[in-house]
């Protein structure tokens, strides 16, 4: 009973101590690692299987790196484009430690991958920058970003990197160009403005005109619609006379005629000498005679 | 261990023996017990409702586990990570909430160079503007990229810039707000899914979007050159109105006019024909009669009231004519 709790005891002992002591022969990986070993300083291994592995103690160095995509961001920097305007660009890159072998020799450490970037990624900017005019940089959306990523690509693994994507988050003009750009978009807005109010002038014009036209053309209708129907109602009465008036046309002329007498020969306009041969004074003449 | 404790003896030596038990028994006691507290708190865990679960063995992803309670190889083996897969993260981008002032008011400031974007016809804008999203993939979030939150933040910033640079400043100031959200969350997306970072976009939204402070007045200049423009529009149309309703009435007016004419026209007709019609009947009885009374009857009236000479033909006219309108009483 005595010898098993000693076993026991014992067992428990050096699983304790393998736990704490794991460190010496055993390392960890996370998920999101990979790490390189060596030994007295040479490269003998490069591990990016997550999870537990093996090394001798004492002499083997685990340099662990991480596997994400990582991030490297600048201070918004100044560039010249090819009409030799100054613009002023500010982007980020994403890239992985893609050869951790060959970044621990050449570049070791993420403050290290950021001086290189920083070099890289600048010129290569720099020199698609000066490819393309201001305006075509503003409005250049991906191209730029893309022909620097291809720059990349070639020039990064050599230190054991891979671009992922390089972005714009700003191209901007320059301090000392914005209040020009301010002066052209307040000019810009009050020629809109103008514009505006023409438009609104012109147009009032028109419908004042529309409504002009409208007018005329229902007033002359309503003439033209109003003479007809005077000529029917005239032409309805002629034909009414004419039909009366054939009955006995010789009747029917003398009362005109009569009637347009009385109607020309005025009290106030006519003196009239009548001949006492006329019809009316025939008799008169006849007695004077007898 | 020469002097080991007598495990024999133990319960009635207890009490008497425990001031001999030696300090290197004491740590191992402490030692197993703070192993056994370990083991125990380590082997379960609780995933909430709106959470998800990763469980990593000795670093290495194992599985992933939805809302409850679980049991795992205790620390250092198994060790799990939480992440919230139904909450709706909230990324602000040109403003950040400071927080609440002592009236209640949300607290906000500016962050001019995220707001500061271009359009396609050059003029500068401030944008304000919110993305949601939420974990889609747990493990993608937390193995693939680094500081996530940052880099979606950075892409949303990024993609906002470029469909900006695609639009004019009206579109982007008025009519267009709706298409450029959409098109923002699609682009954010597919960067993200371009690295693989275990999320979804699930809403971009514009908040205030507005021309610099230098220009804001000649903007509103603009705006009210519109309600100008408006307001001229509406007189025309009120003149249209005005001048149309009028001219229907005139028309109206004239053609009423004309059938009243037709009709005036044809009763005077209707009335001369009676008349002759009248005159007529009694002319057709004796032809020379009533002739000559009608001759009669209408010189009457026609010669009652004038000035007239009645002159034998032999008379000379000249003398009248002389003397004008001056009467000669024969």
Not at chain 1, 248 to 270: R, S
Not at chain 2, 108 to 133: A, C, G, L
Not at chain 2, 164 to 187: M, P, R, S, W
Not at chain 2, 293 to 310: E, F, P, T
Request: glycine letters at 4%; aromatic letters at 10%.
């Amino acid at each position: 009973m005595k010898t098993i709790n000693r076993i026991e005891f014992t067992i428990f002992i050096v699983l304790l101590a393998l736990i704490i002591f794991r460190g010496l022969f055993l390392y960890q990986l996370d998920q999101t690692e990979q790490a390189v070993i060596t030994r007295f300083g040479r490269i003998i291994k490069v591990d990016k299987t997550p999870g537990l592995g093996f090394k001798a103690p004492f002499i083997d160095t685990v340099n662990k790196f991480s596997k994400k995509i990582l991030e490297y961001d600048t201070n918004p920097q100044v560039a010249v484009t090819k009409d030799k305007k100054t613009i002023i660009v500010d982007y980020y890159a994403k890239y992985r430690i893609e050869a951790p072998d060959k970044f621990l020799q050449r570049v070791r450490t993420q403050q290290g991958a950021n001086t290189i970037l920083d070099d890289v990624v600048y010129s290569a900017m720099r020199k698609e920058v000066g490819k393309y005019t201001l305006s075509q940089i503003i409005m250049g959306r991906e191209e730029i970003p893309n022909l620097v990523i291809n720059d990349l690509k070639a020039l990064l693994p050599e230190y054991g990197l891979e671009i992922v994507d390089v972005r714009f988050k700003t191209t901007n003009f320059p301090q000392e160009v914005q209040a020009s750009v301010f002066e052209r978009m307040k000019a810009e807005r009050l020629q809109m403005a103008q514009k505006y109010i023409s438009e609104g002038e012109k147009e009032k014009i028109a419908i004042m005109a529309d409504a002009d036209k409208i007018k005329a053309e229902l007033i002359s209708k309503a003439n033209m619609e109003s003479q007809k129907i005077k000529g029917e109602g005239e032409s309805i009465a002629v034909s009414l006379i004419q039909n009366a008036y054939a009955k006995a046309p010789e009747l029917a002329f003398m009362i005109k005629y009569l009637e347009t007498y009385g109607e020309i020969i005025k009290k106030e306009d006519t003196n009239i000498i009548i001949s006492t041969k006329s019809d009316i004074f025939k008799i008169l003449q006849d007695m004077e005679i007898r | 261990m020469e002097d080991r404790f007598d495990w024999e003896k133990f319960p009635e030596d207890q009490v008497r023996r425990l001031g001999k038990v030696k300090p290197s028994s004491i740590i191992i006691g402490i030692f197993i017990g703070i192993i056994i507290i370990i083991i125990l708190s380590s082997s379960f865990y609780t995933v909430n409702t709106d959470e998800a679960g990763v469980v990593k063995t000795f670093g290495a992803f194992s599985r992933i586990t939805g809302p409850g309670i679980h049991t795992k190889w205790f620390w250092p083996i198994q060790t799990v990570e939480k992440v919230s897969v139904e909450k709706v993260n909230r990324i602000e981008i040109g403003f950040r909430t400071v927080g609440k002032d002592n009236a209640g008011n949300i607290i906000y400031s500016d962050i001019p160079e995220e707001k500061t974007m271009v359009t396609r016809d050059e003029n500068i804008v401030e944008v304000e503007f919110i993305v949601q999203y939420i974990v889609r993939d747990p493990s993608a979030y937390l193995f693939n990229v680094d500081n996530p939150i940052e880099t979606i933040r950075k892409t949303s910033w990024s993609a906002m810039r470029t469909v900006i640079a695609g639009n004019t400043v009206d579109d982007v100031l008025t009519i267009g707000k709706e298409a450029i959200q959409n098109q923002t969350k699609d682009l954010i997306q597919s960067v993200l899914d371009r690295y693989n970072c275990g999320v979804r976009v699930v809403a971009v939204q514009l908040q205030d979007v507005d021309p610099p402070a230098q220009v804001k007045s000649a903007f509103d200049e603009v705006q009210k050159a519109k309600e100008k423009m408006d307001q001229l529009v509406n007189e025309g149309k009120r003149y249209y109105n005005q001048v149309v309703l009028e001219a229907q009435g005139e028309a109206y007016k004239i053609l009423k006019e004309a059938e009243a004419y037709k009709i005036q026209k044809i009763n005077l007709a209707k009335g001369e024909v009676s008349r002759f019609e009248e005159v007529y009947r009694q002319y057709v009885k004796e032809k020379n009669i009533a002739k000559k009374q009608i001759y009669l009857d209408r010189m009457r009236s026609i010669l009652a009231g004038i000035n007239k000479y009645i002159v034998d033909p032999s008379v000379n006219l000249n003398i009248f004519l002389q003397e004008g309108k001056t009467k000669v009483i024969k």
